[in-house]
């Protein structure tokens, strides 16, 4: 069960479908109810909405965040929101919507049930990347669904040295890997082959793209371990490689750089309603086990 709640923060994909109606919508039934609405000057302006306005949404003391679009929003709100411990409502608002599952008109069903706090929470592993170069850290990511490593184009095959700790575990030959959480099993971790792992595990999943071999299965690993990305020098004419952290944030790669992936300190904090369970969406948005 989550806690009564009082101040309630809207973000919102605004070139989705009927995006401006539909918030204006949530934040009038939640202000209805007594609760402040809180959401970034540029939402506030588009919906015209009278709320309290903030560039810095983690740093308000939101009771709950509601994400209204994708799961791109909804993958940008969880890094923004898992370092203060608010929860996340996805609100799907037309595309396929595997994080943020929720229709708009249920939430507005259940807005009193949100506002008295009668849910549950379910926490979601994330990762934390970093990108080791001269023996320095210099740059991190947060992510909720992957870290990939891979070329940027077709012209170049990537040799990656990985360890699991302090284990030499394989150089893989591939146009790159993806270390996928749970939670991002089913996005490009699943389509480059890996394995469908239930949220609640806590594990990481090593996924070679396009391997030059028929041999590099997939490895799935404790979340407690380091998996560390060594990139091996390649000829000057190659195009470089990037780490892309849930398809969202990137840097380029040189020979020599090492990318570590490791838990985060911070888990995802998701809202479930009750209604449907992971299973369900697997069926639905992925026609998983449907015999046909």
């Known amino acids: 069960m989550g806690g009564p709640m009082h101040r309630a923060g809207i973000t919102t994909a605004l070139h989705k479908p009927r995006a401006r109606e539909l918030t204006c919508e949530v934040a009038q039934a939640f202000e ?152 991002g099993s089913t996005a490009y971790s699943l389509s480059a082959g890996g394995p469908i792992v239930e949220p609640s595990v806590q594990a990481l999943i090593l996924t070679a793209i396009c391997p030059h071999t028929l041999h590099d299965a997939s490895l799935v690993v404790s979340a407690e371990a380091e998996v560390t990305i060594t990139v091996e020098p390649a000829e000057p004419r190659q195009d470089p490689l990037a780490l892309t952290v849930d398809g969202q944030q990137g840097v380029q790669l040189r020979g020599g750089d090492e990318v570590l992936v490791s838990r985060a300190e911070h888990s995802a904090r998701l809202i479930q309603l009750g209604r449907r369970t992971f299973y369900d969406r697997l069926k639905m948005k992925l026609n998983w086990g449907s015999g046909r």
Request: charged content about 25%; some cysteine.
């Open 32 to 183: 209805a109810a007594g609760v402040s609405v809180y959401t970034r000057p540029e939402l506030a302006e588009a919906c015209q909405l009278d709320c309290q306005v903030s560039e810095d949404l983690g740093g308000e003391g939101l009771d709950l965040m509601l994400v209204m679009g994708g799961d791109g929003t909804f993958l940008s709100a969880a890094r923004q929101m898992a370092p203060v411990g608010t929860p996340l409502l996805g609100v799907d608002l037309g595309g396929f919507g595997f994080l943020a599952e929720e229709k708009p008109e249920r939430v507005l069903d259940q807005i009193e049930r949100l506002v008295t706090g009668d849910f549950e929470i379910e926490e979601r592993l994330m990762i934390r990347v970093g990108l080791r170069r001269g023996g320095e850290i210099i740059e991190e990511f947060l992510g909720l669904n992957d870290a990939v490593v891979a070329t940027a184009s077709f012209r170049r095959v990537a040799r990656l040295r990985v360890h699991v700790g302090s284990q030499d575990v394989a150089t893989f030959v591939a146009d790159g890997l993806i270390v996928a959480t749970p939670t």
